[in-house]
């Protein structure tokens, strides 16, 4: 048994990692990883309304967690975007979020505290500056740097999955986290922390195909279970290849070498009818400002598989 001692020695030097997910098929993909990964140390899973309602991705999170064995604290954030209506993404992930694999009822449930209050306490709390992921819509992180900007000071930075330097999946130029939330979005970029940008130019550069989808599903129990939501997903198809969207932003966290990427200045669309939610992405710096984030503009793909399958198979 581990004292108290080598507890605090074996939680040293890991990175401290907030996630805020909409589960979501590649949500629980990226998320399986994190938990798993030894350099890691995932303080908390907030959900946000984004993929199916709150309601849902609240309880796939803690379907997953349950499942993982993990006590990670589970927080429910917003039930709706800042300013929009949801529209959700459930012709992709299925009715529950999480359609493909009969998960137990969790018996836990989420903390008393909201999204936003638990990631203050626990950034304001920190002894070393936390890094956010959020793999779905920009709400709660919106919220969160707008109630309480104290919180900038203990973020390392946000690396996000959501844009594209060309065109969109949810409307011609608008990323579905994006477009769900451009509101949200762009007080995000507009906010001072460091922010990388795993988009569509990443997310739909390495896809995965049946004989990667064969290798997960013989790793483990989770490998067993991701494929399972595979077979449901309608992110791409099995068939032709499947895209891992959210799991490019832990990729980068864990491996950001695999990227080729570019510090630029992006803005975020609000008001056109026509491009709202469009992260137009300064390339060429014509704007001559200061970059606000960092883009990911390519991957190694072989290498991004080979990774991918290599980290599901430390999961249980
Ligand atoms: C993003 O949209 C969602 O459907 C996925 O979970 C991912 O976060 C990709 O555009
Ligand atoms: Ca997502």
């Not at 990667?212 to 198809?237: A, C, P, Q, V, W």
Request: charged share 25%; with cysteine; aromatic share 6%.
């Amino acid at each position: 048994m581990l004292g108290e001692v080598d507890v605090r020695v074996k939680t040293f030097n890991k990175r401290k990692l907030i996630i805020d997910t909409d589960p979501g098929i590649d949500d629980a993909v990226a998320i399986a990883i994190a938990l798993f990964d030894e350099t890691l140390d995932v303080k908390l899973i907030t959900t946000v309304a984004g993929n199916v309602n709150v309601d849902k991705t609240t309880q796939n999170a803690l379907k997953l967690v349950e499942f993982f064995g993990k006590n990670v604290p589970v927080a429910k954030g917003a039930d709706k975007p800042l300013v929009l209506e949801l529209e959700d993404a459930s012709e992709i992930h299925g009715k529950s979020g999480l359609d493909g694999y009969e998960f137990k009822l969790p018996n836990r449930k989420p903390i008393e505290d909201r999204a936003i209050v638990a990631m203050k306490k626990i950034i304001m709390e920190s002894d070393i500056p936390i890094t956010l992921m959020p793999i779905g819509p920009l709400t709660n992180i919106a919220l969160l740097l707008s109630v309480y900007p104290e919180v900038k000071g203990n973020i390392q930075e946000i690396v996000l999955m959501g844009g594209s330097t060309t065109r969109g999946n949810k409307t011609p130029m608008g990323e579905f986290n994006m477009a769900t939330d451009p509101e949200a979005a762009d007080i995000v970029f507009r906010s001072g922390v460091p922010i990388v940008m795993c988009g569509l130019d990443v997310g739909e550069d390495a896809l995965l195909y049946p004989e990667d989808s064969e290798r997960i599903k013989r790793l483990n129990k989770t490998g067993d279970m991701i494929y399972s939501l595979f077979k449901h997903y309608r992110g791409g198809s099995l068939h032709k290849g499947l895209k891992m969207y959210d799991s490019f932003a832990i990729a980068y966290i864990l491996e950001p070498e695999m990227f080729e990427t570019q510090d630029c200045y992006v803005a975020v669309e609000t008001s056109s009818p026509l491009t709202k939610g469009c992260t137009v992405v300064d390339l060429n710096n014509y704007w001559g400002k200061e970059p606000n984030a960092k883009v990911c503009l390519g991957v190694d793909e072989d290498r991004f598989k080979e990774w991918l399958i290599n980290a599901i198979a430390k999961c249980i």
